[in-house]
T-cell receptor, first 114, second 112 residues
């Protein structure tokens, strides 16, 4: 079974500041890991995913995440926040075999102050 | 562009009146999912179709049903909506239940 924990249900940063959204996972098998973003009244959009190979994954909109097996973490970062980054962010995990469903963390609402 | 399309974007239904939400996809993915997302919560999987095989989550109420007449379309039927069923309903697709899912824009259901 897999699970994810997102530390901090709300994160507030100033425009231009570093964005760091934390995600820790639990999995009995090597996982796939994902970050999704959700804008108000919209579906979920895939930001990036870790499936194998490179542990530093670059995604859309300047976001990246690093898979750290020793820390069971997959934190999402962006060097400089933009007002348009304000949204809800979900970390998710799945196993690598068919039949392993995507499991979401509780979400982190990112607020960007001018 | 290949995508997942949900109709309608907003749906208002009366308490107890059956309602159907629809989802279509042009990705030719063999797996389709329905999620329920209540305010300020993570999406919760209701069920999914792997090809024609229906897979219900253990805690999905019987009030929720689904149909997949072909690869491209999937429907969510709520037989007798209650006030507690008001939520965003998200459709997603994937290939072989592995890897990232592609989500539609969702249907926000209001029950009055």
């Amino acid at each position: 079974a897999q699970s994810v924990t997102q530390l901090g249900s709300h994160v507030s940063v100033s425009e231009g500041a570093l964005v760091l959204l934390r995600c820790n996972y639990s999995s009995s098998v090597p996982p796939y890991l994902f970050w999704y973003v959700q804008y108000p009244n919209q579906g979920l959009q895939l930001l990036l995913k870790y499936t194998s190979a490179a542990t530093l994954v670059k995604g859309i909109n300047g976001f990246e995440a690093e898979f750290k097996k020793s820390e069971t973490s997959f934190h999402l970062t962006k060097p400089s926040a933009h007002m348009s980054d304000a949204a809800e962010y979900f970390c998710a995990v799945s196993g690598r075999n068919a039949g392993n469903m995507l499991t979401f963390g509780g979400g982190t609402r990112l607020m960007v102050k001018p | 562009d290949a995508m997942v399309i949900q109709n309608p974007r907003y749906q208002v239904t009366q308490f107890g009146k059956p309602v159907t939400l629809s989802c279509s996809q042009t990705l030719n993915h063999n797996v389709m999912y329905w999620y329920q997302q209540k305010s300020s919560q993570a999406p919760k999987l209701l069920f999914h179709y792997y090809d024609k095989d229906f897979n219900n989550e253990a805690d999905t109420p019987d009030n929720f049903q689904s149909r997949r007449p072909n690869t491209s379309f999937c429907f969510l039927d709520i037989r007798s909506p209650g006030l507690g069923d008001a939520a965003m309903y998200l459709c997603a697709t994937s290939r072989d239940e592995v890897g990232g899912y592609t989500f539609g824009s969702g249907t926000r259901l209001t029950v009055v």
